[in-house]
């Protein structure tokens, strides 16, 4: 049995099964190179981040069980909520970042899948933003696949100021090839290199736009 399919639990499936159902049938969703996923091992997403529907386009489309960081905010909802309290979700307390970072590790450690924005925060234009390096004291912990996403689509499906999003929007999501981090760009010794290698990663994201 593959390990991608040992961890899901029946509440994440459950949750992805009616979510992706939702999606085909209220979207016009593309979906291109998900096969740059490593079926094993420990993998970091990172994707560009316009709309509250980016995570969970980018879970149900993703063949592995995918993490998020989220705010805590989020856990404590009646349905969503329950779902990632349930699921395995990582709750982000403001003051305690540290935590999160170090959760997120564990995961990436135990050989699972994380997905994080390197941007920090949703566009409220629509246009990618300058990414903070708290991508970089993640990924300079560990050594694993980083696997770039472009989401499209989403910013005009489900705006900022929007309480519903509009029906059948075009949305393309694009998995890029993966890479790792070369033990200079792992330095967290300087912020201006931290600041650097994230760029390099958001360059990363941007250049599927390029091939698309």
């Known amino acids: 049995m593959k390990l991608w399919f040992k961890e899901y639990n029946f509440i994440y499936w459950l949750g992805k099964t009616l979510v992706r159902l939702a999606f085909i049938l209220l979207s016009r969703t593309e979906i291109r190179n998900e096969r740059n996923v490593p079926r094993e091992g420990g993998v970091l997403l ?35 909520g329950w779902f990632m309290r349930n699921s395995g979700q990582i709750a982000v307390h403001r003051g ?14 135990k050989g699972r899948c994380i997905c994080i924005f390197p941007e920090g925060t949703r566009s409220r234009t629509g246009e ?4 903070r390096t708290g991508i970089i ?13 472009l989401v499209e689509g989403t910013f005009e499906m489900f705006p900022p100021k929007a309480k519903f999003p509009k029906l059948f929007g075009k949305v393309r999501l694009t998995y890029g090839e993966p890479f790792y981090l070369t033990d200079e760009q792992k330095d967290t010794s300087s912020k ?21």
């Not at 560009?48 to 993703?62: A, E, F, R, W």
């Open 137 to 149: 004291v993640i990924a300079s912990q560990v050594n694993v696949p980083i696997v770039p996403i």
């Open 46 to 80: 990172v994707a560009n981040h316009i709309s509250h529907l980016d995570p969970p386009m980018v879970g149900t489309t993703c063949s592995r069980k995918v993490y998020f960081l989220a705010k805590k905010e989020l856990f404590k909802g009646f349905i969503v």
């Open 128 to 131: 990618m933003q300058q990414a």
């Open 192 to 212: 201006g290199k931290m600041r650097e290698t994230a760029e390099m990663i958001m360059g990363k994201i941007k250049a599927l736009k390029d091939k698309g």
């Open 96 to 109: 305690k970042g540290n935590a999160a970072v170090e959760a997120a590790v564990d995961i990436l450690n």
